[in-house]
């Protein structure tokens, strides 16, 4: 995993176990809640875009197979939330496998267009199918989560719940990123002519990391349904594709920690804002503006950057004494 | 000696006048805390903006006349851009930051179902400004939830009963892909079985179409005797436009949901002799003198377009009905969330924009089918139909 993502991760852990003790407000709890549940779909974004170079604006459909199938399991079929989780994912896997196999023989532009077509076709499905999925009034009282003795129904326990699962995600794709399959992932990105030239089965890992990123927004999608207790397609449109692609370019496609800065940002921007009033959206607008003309990169490309001034301002120093 | 005295003398006076003065703030009675969400930006702006309007109107009116009981209203306004995560996040703030006594909005349907758990649980008084049945049904799940609006199958009602009095019985319908639409459309089929109404045709259309050539070519190929044209969107006034281009001259019904004057506007010349179902704020100049609602409905639309510069809607009328519920119960019970609660639910009589509310711990809407009035469209104006 690497000795600074080691360090990284410790402060995250730490930095979250020590938060509630300090926000004792469920309020700012259940805004990190929905940060939690967003930086799981931008953790596998991070790695389908910025490791294997593909994009997707069709990631608000997995996030919706996810919570519609433990919607309708568990209000419709009986099964508990723990069970549905998993066949959500299940199901998930399977749809990203059979629409990644046409889609990601396309390239740029073309899958931009090809994976936005999905999320539409999701959404028009969500909307047109009123007797399986409520249409657009959408259902309700989609029952919590219970874990063993625990009902999961107070922010902090649902805190504890998509945060855990966040830390085993970021863990599982760190050393996915440092194992063989990462770095075949990343000559896919630097030339995938190159990478199929010195015997990458390219197609294969684009697959293999769709999937996964795929499966990531399924969890959160299970999490999103049993947490609010009601789903409507308005909840999984293209808007919400977008906005989670804005997350991971805000923050930085070099590394996953880039995807955690930006939906950190991106999550809490708009309740740091809400003193704005009617003008909340321009300043909104103005922030994005100023890191993607200041930072093209992303915010972790501004640390990396700040750190590496430092280094060199020490160098020197070094050089200075000597 | 004398001087130091003096000196004296002056810092029990300042320390005299700073008692007072501070134990004058202390006696000034705490501001009652009130949240309010609408979707004052997004898709369903046009809903949420008036909403907000209404609702920042009455606020400086009950101010200006001292407040209620001698308290300040403190209105908390926040913006849901109609999206359901920000609708949960902000109904999470107004509940736990600022701990408000009650809750007015949120504007649309989805967002209200998205915060029922949540205001249930906290047990903070909600008044959805949205029009969903299933806002308040089940209503024993529904305890801390009431809703202004009028009834959808009322609606629907009032439609099937006017086709019928015109001696037709095939209709075909048309409705939006909203949460408004699709509960309208559940409920014209269920009535239509119940009063002997044939569906002949069953078409809908998303919020963001631009034209609906197709759909109603279908339709015109059916034998219907009327188009029922279901949604809230402004996508709703292509329909008669539409119709006029295909030389249809079946009569055109629309919901309640075209309850603004820019949608008529935006139909133009094809939306003369539209027929629909609205709270009697848009005809509130047709509507003879003493009629119980006239006063109110005067003295909204008077203040609302002399402020704002523009026409009343009804549902800035809903936000309006909401929030003096909420004034009405603050007057009487004070800052209690449960008496509060309790207040509403026991309502008799009140005289409200939508009609007259008559609330019971069975009805969390409190309005019959009689809130509403027939509409028609004379001149690019509403006025009541006169048969």
Redesign the interface.
């Known amino acids: 995993m690497g000795a600074k993502n080691r360090i990284s991760l410790g402060v995250l852990v730490g930095g979250l176990v020590l938060l509630p003790l300090f926000m004792r407000n469920p309020y700012y709890i259940g805004v990190m809640v929905f940060i939690g549940l967003y930086s799981l779909i931008t953790i596998g974004l991070s790695l389908l875009m910025g490791y294997a170079g593909q994009i997707s604006l069709g990631h608000a459909a997995f996030f919706a197979t996810g919570a519609y199938t433990s919607g309708i399991l568990t209000t419709k079929a009986g099964f508990a939330p723990v069970p549905a989780f998993f066949t959500a994912i299940l199901l998930t896997a399977c749809v990203a496998f059979l629409i990644g196999i046409p889609t990601l023989r396309l390239k740029g532009h073309y899958l931009a267009m090809a994976t936005l077509g999905f999320g539409q076709i999701v959404y028009i499905i969500l909307n047109a199918s009123v007797e399986f999925t409520g249409g657009p009034s959408g259902f309700g009282e989609i029952p919590r989560i219970q874990l063993g003795s625990i009902l999961i129904e107070s922010q902090i326990s649902r805190y504890c719940l998509v945060w855990s699962l966040v830390i085993l995600v970021l863990i599982f794709s760190l050393n996915l990123i440092n194992s063989r399959v990462g770095r075949a992932l990343r000559s896919i990105h630097g030339s995938e002519l190159a990478a199929n030239a010195m015997g990458v089965n390219t197609s294969k890992h684009k697959i293999q990391v769709f999937v996964l990123s795929a499966i990531y927004a399924s969890m959160a999608g299970s999490l999103y349904a049993h947490f609010v207790t009601f789903i409507s397609p308005s909840s999984f449109d293209l808007k919400f594709s977008i906005l989670v692609v804005t997350m991971v370019v805000v923050g930085g496609m070099s590394s996953v920690w880039g995807a955690l800065v930006g939906t950190f940002l991106l999550g809490l921007l708009p309740e740091l804002l809400r003193n704005f009033r009617d003008y909340d959206i321009l300043v909104y607008g103005f922030v994005l503006l100023l890191i993607m003309v200041f930072t093209p990169e992303g915010l972790i490309g501004l640390i990396d950057r700040l750190k590496g001034a430092q280094e060199k301002r020490s160098l020197k120093a070094q050089a200075k004494l000597s | 000696m004398s001087g130091l005295n003096r000196k004296w003398t002056v810092v029990i006076c300042l320390l005299a006048a700073f008692s007072l003065l501070t134990s004058t703030c202390t006696k000034k009675k705490e501001a009652y805390k009130v949240g309010a969400i609408f979707a004052?930006?997004g898709p369903a702006s046009w809903l949420g903006e008036p909403e907000r309007n209404t609702v920042q109107m009455i606020v400086e009116q009950v101010n200006a006349e001292g407040g209620i009981n001698g308290h300040l209203l403190e209105l908390i306004?926040?913006?849901t851009v109609?999206?359901?995560?920000?609708t949960?996040?902000a109904v999470?703030?107004l509940?736990?930051?600022d701990n408000v006594l009650a809750i007015v909005g949120p504007s649309r349907?989805?967002t209200t179902?998205?915060v029922?758990?949540i205001v249930e649980?906290a047990k903070v008084p909600l008044i959805s400004c949205a029009a969903?049945e299933?806002i308040v049904e089940p209503v024993e799940q529904r305890h801390w939830v009431f809703k202004t609006p009028q009834k959808d199958s009322d609606a629907v009602i009032r439609i099937f009963e006017h086709i019928k009095s015109k001696g037709m019985s095939k209709v075909a319908i048309i409705t939006g892909?909203?949460?408004f639409?699709?509960?309208g459309?559940k409920q014209l089929k269920k009535y239509a079985a119940e009063m002997g109404i044939a569906i002949v045709a069953d078409e809908?259309y998303?919020p963001g179409d631009t034209d609906m050539t197709p759909q109603l070519m279908k339709i015109k190929a059916t034998d219907a005797q009327a188009l029922i044209n279901w949604s809230i969107v402004p996508a709703q006034a292509i329909v008669p436009k539409n119709m006029r281009q295909l030389g249809m001259t079946i009569p055109l019904y629309q919901s309640h949901g075209f309850g603004n004057i820019k949608y008529a506007e935006a139909a133009g010349e094809a939306g003369e002799g539209i027929i629909f179902p609205a709270g009697r704020l848009l005809a509130v100049d047709s509507l003879p003198d003493d009629h119980p609602q006239k006063a109110v409905l005067a003295r909204y639309k008077k203040d609302y377009e002399e402020k704002f510069k523009e026409p009343v809607s009804t549902f800035g009328g809903h936000a309006y009905d909401a929030l003096w519920l909420v004034i009405d119960a603050l007057k009487a019970v004070g800052p209690d969330r449960a008496k509060i609660r309790d207040h509403i639910e026991n309502r008799k009589g009140f005289i409200g924009t939508g009609g007259i509310f008559n609330f019971s711990p069975e009805d969390h809407n409190g309005l019959t089918k009689d809130a509403f009035e027939m509409l028609t469209v004379k001149s690019c104006k509403f006025t009541l139909l006169s048969e």
């Open positions: 004052i930006t306004i926040e913006d109609g999206d359901e995560t920000k949960v996040n999470n703030k509940i736990e930051k349907s989805g179902m998205a029922i758990p649980k969903a299933t892909t909203t949460g639409g699709d509960a459309r809908t998303g």
